[in-house]
């Protein structure tokens, strides 16, 4: 049964790759999206009609809110929050300078009904699937060492997921974090999970996160709840170790706000049926050829040139030039025969980038068709509420290149540019750093889940940048 009962399936039944972008929309962009399963976006940058197009051809579309933090760039929420609706700790309120923004108290009944307004104005109004909830990771890691305080923080996080279900039903509902907060309270009321920082090198060789992906597969299996993972490092060996496990897989070596074109293309099952091409007979007498005959195996779409129009800082890194990949494009293209994409990218600087952007294809068979100008055909077969067959995708060649800093469509005034810069630097950053503390694990002692240990991403964030 669905988190609500209504229903036989889990909203993300079926996807099979997804691409997580917090960047402003173009028309390549939006056309891009359209290729694949999932796709996860910043909804203040989008209006209904886009989210329409986004959708038209069976993507499912997860907005972005931020669960268990607020930024000061977020004036508007800022505006409407209570002293209750901050987390004080001896008096004082809880503030992350790296990215500017303040622990809240998901306990208050004022912030969960701040939140549920956003979802409705957000995300139901403009007829997006679901939210993607980030820092839920945050009550694992700020209340390990209160167990008072933590047993209310998620008690007022399930009490969240509960009215939203009430007034939205089976919305897409997908948290970031807090491995340990869905084993103990979340799962019966969430649909998924990210898994940020799944790097094959440290994956591998860390105890703590083997018996992690058994105890994710255990909870999928007893509560429909998948795991879509994300590596910044080692692109086919971390997309491999995830389809091995059964998650979903994004390789990203970037921050978020660069879209990455072409990793997949739909085939045309997906597209509008064409009109039927008889072949002419040889003489009067023969038959016409039947349509199916000379339609052709698939129909694909071309992917879009990327155009990361948000106003973004941080510039994508430019991984090992391949055949068919543009120098300045960070995405890894995956091997035809094989469920993990065939080039390693990961950012000099950085050893572990936690908020990915860039790169997708999850699909594990070769397609037998070649798009007229992109090189990329992704096996893409269904609707994303219940996609059965899996999506495939070869090597992909965008057309041309734009740079990550190209201008916002023409509408917007270069005031309206400066502060969106301005906002997206602070969002951004948030989003490269926000869990390159995840990379070293202690053993268990009792709960796993909560023995993460934490390292400053600060420095490395200096470095990136």
């Not at 974090?177 to 998924?192: H, I, K, M, N, R």
């Not at 860390?206 to 795991?227: E, G, P, Y």
Request: glycine share 4%; aromatic share 6%; hydrophobic share 30%.
């Amino acid at each position: 049964m669905s988190k609500t009962g209504a229903q036989t399936m889990n909203p993300l039944d079926g996807v099979k790759n997804y691409q997580v972008y917090y960047g402003h929309p173009t028309e390549r962009i939006i056309k891009d999206m359209q290729n694949y399963d999932l796709v996860i976006i910043e909804p203040l940058h989008y209006t209904k009609a886009q989210v329409e197009q986004i959708k038209s051809r069976g993507t499912k579309v997860l907005g972005y809110i931020s669960v268990m933090e607020v930024a000061t760039w977020n004036t508007g929420l800022m505006s409407k929050l209570q002293s209750g609706d901050f987390f004080t700790r001896n008096g004082q309120r809880v503030h992350y300078p790296e990215w500017d923004s303040y622990l809240t108290n998901i306990a208050s009944p004022h912030f969960q009904g701040l939140l549920l307004t956003e979802i409705q104005n957000q995300v139901i109004a403009k007829g997006i699937d679901g939210v993607f909830m980030d820092t839920v990771g945050d009550i694992d890691n700020e209340h390990l060492n209160n167990p008072t305080v933590l047993k209310q923080q998620r008690d007022g996080l399930v009490n969240f997921l509960k009215e939203a279900r009430a007034r939205y039903g089976n919305i897409a509902m997908v948290q970031n974090w807090g491995f340990d907060t869905l084993e103990t309270s979340t799962a019966p009321y969430v649909d998924g999970i990210m898994w940020e920082s799944f790097n094959a090198d440290t994956i591998k060789s860390d105890a703590w996160s083997q018996n992690m992906i058994k105890k994710l597969q255990a909870v999928d299996t007893k509560h429909s709840v998948k795991t879509l993972t994300i590596s910044t490092r080692q692109s086919a060996e971390s997309h491999k170790l995830a389809a091995d496990s059964k998650f979903i897989h994004f390789h990203e070596a970037d921050a978020y706000v660069n879209w990455n074109a072409g990793l997949v293309t739909r085939t045309k099952d997906m597209a509008p049926t064409p009109a039927p091409v008889v072949v002419a007979p040889t003489t009067e007498t023969s038959t016409a050829t039947k349509p199916e005959a000379t339609k052709p195996a698939t129909e694909t779409s071309t992917a879009p040139k990327p155009e990361a129009t948000k106003p973004a800082t941080e510039t994508s890194t430019a991984p090992k030039p391949e055949a068919t990949k543009p120098a300045t494009e960070t995405s890894t293209a995956p091997k035809p025969e094989a469920t993990k994409p065939a080039t390693e990218t990961s950012t000099a600087t950085k050893p572990v980038a936690t908020k990915p952007t860039t790169e997708t294809s999850t699909a594990p068979k070769p397609v037998a068709t070649k798009p007229a100008t992109e090189t990329s055909t992704a096996s893409k077969p269904t609707t994303a509420p219940t996609k059965p067959t899996a999506s495939t995708s070869t090597t992909t060649k965008p057309v041309e290149q734009k740079d990550s800093k190209q201008a916002e469509p023409k509408q917007k005034t270069e005031k309206e540019l400066k502060k969106d810069k301005k906002k997206a630097k602070k969002h951004a950053k948030k989003h490269a750093a926000k869990h390159a503390k995840f990379v070293e694990h202690e053993k268990a002692k009792g709960n796993m889940c909560a023995k993460a240990k934490h390292k400053t991403a600060g420095f490395l964030n200096f470095f990136k940048f």
